[in-house]
Nanobody, 117 residues
Framework: QVQLVESGGGLAQPGGSLTLSCAAS????????MNWYRQPPKKQRELVAS???????TYADSVKGRFTISRNGAEDTVNLQMHSLTPEDAAVYFC???????????WGEGTPITVSS
């Protein structure tokens, strides 16, 4: 059974940085795409960043230039580096992936980010 475990959430100051990590229980090369989503309080869940099997990356306009998604195949992890954080970035962040056959979708439990002075 595939499991995704996020870590690195917590409290950051405005303008500060945090790095999130998503650890998969199997090789990440079984997945067609890996994503980071976030859901602010009382708002809809939104896609923040994606990285494909081929390594192509995509970012939401709101985080482009501030966030960077990357992967480490040897460690079966996907990371999200976040810089210049604002209160609007506060949310629960979720790791998400879809397998190569596009038959199964997996979600982590989520890790909360708070941005406050």
């Amino acid at each position: 059974q595939v499991q995704l475990v996020e870590s690195g959430g917590g409290l950051a100051q405005p303008g500060g940085s945090l790095t999130l990590s998503c650890a998969a229980s199997v090789t990440i090369y079984r997945f067609s795409v890996m994503n980071w989503y976030r859901q602010p309080p009382k708002k809809q869940r939104e896609l923040v960043a994606s990285i494909t099997l081929e390594g192509a990356t995509t970012y939401a306009d709101s985080v482009k230039g501030r966030f960077t998604i990357s992967r480490n195949g040897a460690e079966d992890t996907v990371n999200l580096q976040m810089h210049s954080l604002t209160p609007e970035d506060a949310a629960v962040y979720f790791c998400n992936t879809i397998d190569l056959l596009k038959r199964n979708e997996y979600w982590g439990e989520g890790t909360p980010i708070t941005v406050s002075s």
